[in-house]
T-cell receptor, first 113, second 114 residues
Framework: KQEVTQIPAALSVPEGENLVLNCSFTDSAIYNLQWFRQDPGKGLTSLLLIQSSQREQTSGRLNASLDKSSGRSTLYIAASQPGDSATYLCAVPSSGGSYIPTFGRGTSLIVHP | NAGVTQTPKFRVLKTGQSMTLLCAQDMNHEYMYWYRQDPGMGLRLIHYSVGEGTTAKGEVPDGYNVSRLKKQNFLLGLESAAPSQTSVYFC?????????????FGPGTRLTVT
C-alpha cells in the first residue's frame, strides 16, 4: 500500500525566502506525482504534475522535482510571498489498474511580511 | 467551463437524517471521486467511479452510498447521518488513467451532523 509523507508539517518564514517542501512515497511504481495548493476553507488547486518519465516541472516561481528511485519529490518555491501562504499537498497514484492517488497530509506554510 | 461544482456548500443535519451531495463536472471526465477531509487525518477516499454506471469503494465507504447514472454527475448519499460524518467533503474528477492527466477538485461541502 502506498504511503505518502510530507515534511515539514508546518513552516513559517519571512517574505523573500526560498523554500523546499518535501514529499516521500513508499511505492516507486507510480504514474505521476501531483502537487496541490489548498487555501483555508477552499478546495485543492493543482500546481504541478510530474509524469513518471520526467524529472522536474516548473511553473513561475515553483519548481517540482521527482526522484522515483529514492521515492522523493521536492517543491521549491522561490522568493516566497505572503500570498503563498496555504497548505501544500502531494498526491501519488500507484501504477496499474485504476487511478487512485494517495495524498500526503500536507505542509502548512505561512509567509509573513 | 465551470469545472467541478458541488451542491450544497454547507449543510447541518440532525443524527439519523439523510441527504445527498451532488457533484457535477463539465469536462467530460471519466473518473470521479468523493473524499472527506478531517483535521489530522488528511484526505480519505470514500468512493470512486471509473465511468458512467460504475462505482467502487475507497478507504472509508461505510455509511455512504454513491451513484453515477450520468457521466457528468456523481452523487454521495448519507442514509442515516452520524456525528462521525461531520467533515468537509470534496469531489474530484480526472479524464482517464494515464500519466499526463491532472485531477481537479471541487470547492467542497461542509457538513455538520448534530
Amino acid at each position: 500500500k502506498q504511503e505518502v509523507t510530507q515534511i515539514p508539517a508546518a513552516l513559517s518564514v519571512p517574505e523573500g525566502e526560498n523554500l523546499v517542501l518535501n514529499c516521500s512515497f513508499t511505492d516507486s511504481a507510480i504514474y505521476n506525482l501531483q502537487w496541490f495548493r489548498q487555501d483555508p476553507g477552499k478546495g485543492l488547486t493543482s500546481l504541478l504534475l510530474i509524469q513518471s518519465s520526467q524529472r522536474e516541472q516548473t511553473s513561475g516561481r515553483l519548481n517540482a522535482s521527482l526522484d522515483k528511485s529514492s521515492g522523493r519529490s521536492t517543491l521549491y518555491i522561490a522568493a516566497s510571498q505572503p500570498g503563498d501562504s496555504a497548505t501544500y499537498l502531494c498526491a501519488v497514484p500507484s501504477s496499474g489498474g485504476s487511478y487512485i492517488p494517495t495524498f500526503g497530509r500536507g505542509t502548512s506554510l505561512i509567509v509573513h511580511p | 467551463n465551470a469545472g467541478v461544482t458541488q451542491t450544497p456548500k454547507f449543510r447541518v443535519l440532525k443524527t439519523g437524517q439523510s441527504m445527498t451531495l451532488l457533484c457535477a463536472q463539465d469536462m467530460n471526465h471519466e473518473y470521479m471521486y468523493w473524499y472527506r477531509q478531517d483535521p489530522g487525518m488528511g484526505l480519505r477516499l470514500i468512493h470512486y467511479s471509473v465511468g458512467e454506471g460504475t462505482t467502487a469503494k475507497g478507504e472509508v465507504p461505510d455509511g455512504y452510498n454513491v451513484s453515477r447514472l450520468k457521466k457528468q454527475n456523481f452523487l454521495l448519499g448519507l442514509e442515516s447521518a452520524a456525528p462521525s460524518q461531520t467533515s468537509v467533503y470534496f469531489c474530484a474528477s480526472r479524464p482517464l488513467a494515464g500519466a499526463n492527466y491532472e485531477q481537479y477538485f471541487g470547492p467542497g461541502t461542509r457538513l455538520t451532523v448534530t
